[in-house]
């Protein structure tokens, strides 16, 4: 069965083809670092990781691509209350970004590009504009001409007309329609600037997305995904802008996930519900949280509850437990079980049943539901009084191996025993006096792996569990 995605753009699911056999070119809006991330934002980067996860499971060859803007009002007004510069809060923020991700079981991108690092590519793409009449230079800032664009509208679906009627130009502004946007803005007294044709200044926020997917993706991508909140004006713009540029189509398939609500309301600071995932992954296994962010199909509104997030745990506990039931029973079981064809051809099912439900806009709600079953059937068949090795190793890898195409972790790491750690420690002591310095530091990274923290001290190593 091939993947259906839904495409924001024409509102209907759609068979996906990729511009290049067994390649998919996918572009995720990424954060503006300026401060921890909220748990709002953490749900595009579980979502849109899972749908990486699931192409990769499907030997496609992802290329995912996810920003960082790193310069801002937002980030400038950080650095002056911080007392710093914008780099440094950017590089603080994006550091912090990828620990809280991490934490989710975010894979790294292939390219995290920022835009301070692409500005030769921002200035050339809003030269080229100019130079094809989209865009113009109008008192040191450079505006994008809106209705330069026929079809400008088209992801939102609202026309030109309805636009206007709600745009004006407050005073100051320099624009030739009020419908046109910022692609440059002259510099300001203390901030940060580049030089440019224009004279010094920034870029505007919705250009850097456009000449960064065009980098390092090409003129048109497969997939461009972000939050529904993106749809309009963001991904719009991206749209006029890229696709006046290249005169071509910029992205086949638009993606977008649903909002969040924190106890069926808004999330927002004035109503004091804003949950940083910085915060919340001190206080809730971060696992947990993925589960509970993929238990609702990623176009659909999520409410975020300590309630509900309880019974995420019961419902990740469940499947947990069966896994390691079937764990501990494998010790007393026989390979002469009668029926084990039966189970065996009945978990390949469960398999494809999984697969149908990823394939049908990546329905990882319907997917776990899947999960459930086996699990429930995992617990029916340990009641057997004769079981099969070969069945309770299939039940382990189906439950392991589909809800790792989630993200999801369900087989726990066997914990090291005290003495395995100091004869671990020892070894790398020897390697370290043998000047075998690689050696001692694969042991070291070995054991943090395992969450064993090494402290080298003068009297000797001594470690603790993080």
């Not at 494809?352 to 459930?372: H, K, P, Y």
Request: net charge negative; glycine share 6%; with cysteine.
């Amino acid at each position: 069965m091939t993947i259906k995605i839904y495409n924001t753009l024409t509102r209907q699911k759609e068979t996906f083809e990729p511009i290049e056999e067994g390649k998919v070119r996918m572009y995720v809006c990424g954060p503006t670092v300026y401060n921890y991330i909220h748990i709002g934002n953490a749900r595009p980067a579980i979502v849109f990781d899972t749908v990486r996860r699931y192409f990769e499971y499907k030997e496609y060859d992802v290329h995912y691509v996810l920003n960082f803007t790193d310069v801002d009002d937002k980030l400038i007004k950080a650095a002056n209350e911080l007392g710093t510069d914008v780099p440094e809060v950017a590089e603080r923020f994006i550091a912090a970004y990828k620990e809280d991700v991490g934490a989710f079981g975010v894979k790294e991108a292939v390219d995290h590009p920022r835009v301070t690092e692409n500005m030769d590519e921002i200035i050339e793409f809003i030269q080229t504009l100019i130079n094809k009449g989209h865009a113009y230079e109008s008192g040191g800032d450079v505006y994008f001409r809106t209705r330069s664009f026929d079809t400008y509208g088209k992801l939102s679906q609202q026309s030109i007309d309805e636009l206007r009627t709600g745009a004006r130009i407050e005073v100051g502004e320099k624009k030739e329609d009020p419908l046109d946007f910022t692609l440059w803005k002259d510099a300001k007294d203390g901030e940060i600037t580049w030089e440019s044709p224009w004279g010094e200044g920034r870029p505007g926020w919705h250009i850097e997305c456009s000449a960064m997917a065009k980098k390092y993706l090409g003129d048109t991508i497969d997939i461009h995904a972000g939050g529904q909140d993106l749809t309009f004006p963001h991904h719009e713009n991206e749209i006029a802008q890229s696709e006046c540029l290249n005169e071509q189509t910029f992205a086949n398939y638009w993606m977008h996930n649903g909002y969040i609500k924190i106890e069926n309301e808004k999330m927002s600071k004035s109503l004091g519900n804003f949950v940083l995932a910085h915060d919340i992954i001190k206080i809730h296994d971060p696992q947990v949280i993925r589960f509970f962010m993929l238990s609702v199909h990623y176009r659909h509104p999520i409410n975020f509850s300590e309630e509900l997030l309880e019974g995420a745990k019961n419902s990740l506990d469940r499947i947990k437990n069966a896994y390691q039931n079937l764990e501990h029973r494998k010790q007393a079981a026989t390979n002469m079980e009668q029926s084990k064809t039966e189970w065996l051809e009945k978990l390949e099912g469960y398999k494809a049943q999984f697969v149908a439900e990823m394939d049908d806009d990546f329905n990882t709600a319907n997917a776990i539901s899947v999960l459930f079953d086996i699990t429930k059937d995992a617990n029916v068949y340990l009641q057997s009084d004769h079981t099969s090795v070969d069945v309770i190793e299939a039940f382990q890898s189906g439950l392991v191996d589909l809800s790792g195409i989630l993200g999801v972790q369900i087989a726990e790491q066997e914990e090291l025993l005290d003495e395995e750690i100091e004869d671990l420690i020892q070894q790398r002591i020897d390697a370290r006096q043998n000047r075998d310095f690689q050696t001692a530091d694969r042991i070291r990274d070995e054991l943090k792996e395992r969450n064993i923290i090494l402290e080298d001290t003068p009297q000797g190593t001594r470690w603790k569990r993080g």
